[in-house]
């Protein structure tokens, strides 16, 4: 099997697994609060990937790391899991998974407006209109299509999901300075915020009870949606980057599937209605996150 054939069966096992985790959030929840479910999910992808990075032999790579590098994955650590996920967990708490899951799919926007001032990067005028695409879509959702009455179903909720993807921008922009190996980063920034989830559940909710539910639940979002997929699509992208592997930019494009297979998901397992307005506003979200990647070849 060659890399353009390994890449694309990682980086379409990645968008499979992601398209279930929306419904695995809001049906999670029904059985813990957000702090409660963070906690069990987190240490469920400690374990996952402490097992993968065992699996590849790559954790004496935890040994090699600096004091510097050290250090940011603390701070990375407070960013995702601790903030990111308490804050989406509690938007997908107020808002019906059709609404959530599309809103946080506006993060590649997001990272767009927040690298001007962060990062000294130019605006064109073709990001400008893919930003204001993106968030017609967004207004579109929020509203039930209703967009010139301006009445969101949650404005709390909306505001929240809008929330995460100022986190997860800021993640990966400060997360772009580190030289440590990429699965290390990581578990060492969850087991970072692992302590700050733990005393943030107890101070403001409590220990869940540990049933067959919470605990297929929180593993399944903990081991796919937080750790093994991860390392997926590193794989994918590695393997799409060789010479033979038909290039970043078609597996980095297989993204714009899940949004659109997780609706079915909501749809057989949540039992939401998908609304035409869903669909709209989801339509106009990729438009503007197609138009920003789009790159025009130069003319020979």
């Known amino acids: 099997m060659n890399n353009r054939k390994k890449a694309l069966i990682f980086g379409l096992a990645t968008v499979a697994i992601w398209s279930t985790v929306a419904s695995a959030f809001k049906i999670s929840l029904k059985h813990l609060d957000p702090l409660q479910l963070l906690l069990c999910a987190c240490g469920a992808s400690i374990l996952a990937l402490t097992c993968v990075m065992a699996f590849q032999g790559k954790l004496g790579e935890l040994k090699k ?10 701070f990375l650590g407070a960013l995702n899991p601790f903030l990111y996920y308490m804050v989406l967990f509690k938007a997908y708490d107020l808002l019906p998974a059709q609404e959530a899951q599309p809103l946080n799919y506006t993060w590649a926007i997001t990272l767009s407006l927040l690298a001007v001032p962060l990062l000294g ?6 990001d400008l209109a893919a ?4 968030y017609f879509g967004v207004l579109v959702i929020s509203t039930h299509g209703n967009v010139f009455a301006l009445e969101f179903s949650n404005f709390t909720g ?17 997360n772009t300075k580190s030289t440590a190996d990429p699965m290390a980063g990581l578990l060492l920034g969850f087991i970072f915020g692992f302590p700050l989830i733990l005393a943030t559940t107890l101070v403001f ?10 605990l297929l639940g929180s593993a399944y979002i903990g081991f796919f949606e937080m750790g093994i ?15 033979d592997g038909g290039g970043t930019a078609r597996i980095a494009n297989l993204i714009f599937l899940s949004p659109f297979i997780s609706l079915i998901f909501i749809h057989f397992l949540v039992g939401e209605k998908i609304l035409p307005a869903t669909i709209a506003g989801l339509g106009f979200i990729i438009a503007g996150n197609a138009l920003m990647q789009y790159k025009p070849k130069p003319r020979s």
């Open 65 to 74: 790391m600096t004091r510097s590098e050290v250090i940011r994955c603390g």
């Open 121 to 126: 990067q130019k605006m064109p005028l073709k």
């Open 131 to 134: 930003i204001l695409i993106s």
């Open 158 to 174: 909306v505001a929240l999901a809008l929330g995460s993807t100022v986190i997860w921008a800021l993640y990966w922009i400060f």
């Open 205 to 214: 909710s409590e220990l869940p009870s540990l049933n067959t539910e919470v």
């Open 229 to 243: 997929t991860f390392a997926l699509w590193l794989t994918a992208m590695k393997h799409a980057a060789m010479p």
